[in-house]
Nanobody, 120 residues
Framework: QVQLVESGGGLVQPGGSLKLSCAAS????????MSWYRQAPGKERELVAS????????NYADSVRGRFTISIDNNENTVSLQMNSLKPEDTGVYFC?????????????WGQGTQVTVSS
């Protein structure tokens, strides 16, 4: 059974950095999209960044472009999110999501989330 486990969240001051990681177990797909979403209190979950496994294709929300970097390690089945120049509005629970395809079926998996708090 596929499981996604996030790590690396915590409390950081404005302007600081954090690196989130998401490890996928029992994940044997070769073509997939790994994404990071976040959800702030009282707000809807939003896409932060995504990356395609088979091409150098990444996508960022306008609010994080230039500050966050997503990267996939296909050998380790992990996806990381390097977050720099953090702002209080980056606070929220960050979720890892994997969407994969096999024999014309789509599979989607979510992690349990990790809290990121940006505050002085």
């Amino acid at each position: 059974q596929v499981q996604l486990v996030e790590s690396g969240g915590g409390l950081v001051q404005p302007g600081g950095s954090l690196k989130l990681s998401c490890a996928a177990s029992a994940f044997t797909f070769t073509t997939y999209i790994m994404s990071w979403y976040r959800q702030a209190p009282g707000k809807e979950r939003e896409l932060v960044a995504s990356a395609l496994s088979v091409a150098d294709t990444v996508n960022y929300a306008d609010s994080v472009r230039g500050r966050f970097t997503i990267s996939i390690d296909n050998n380790e089945n992990t996806v990381s999110l390097q977050m720099n120049s953090l702002k209080p509005e980056d606070t929220g629970v960050y979720f890892c999501k994997a969407v994969a395809w096999h024999q014309h079926k789509e599979y989607a998996y979510w992690g349990q989330g990790t809290q990121v708090t940006v505050s002085s």
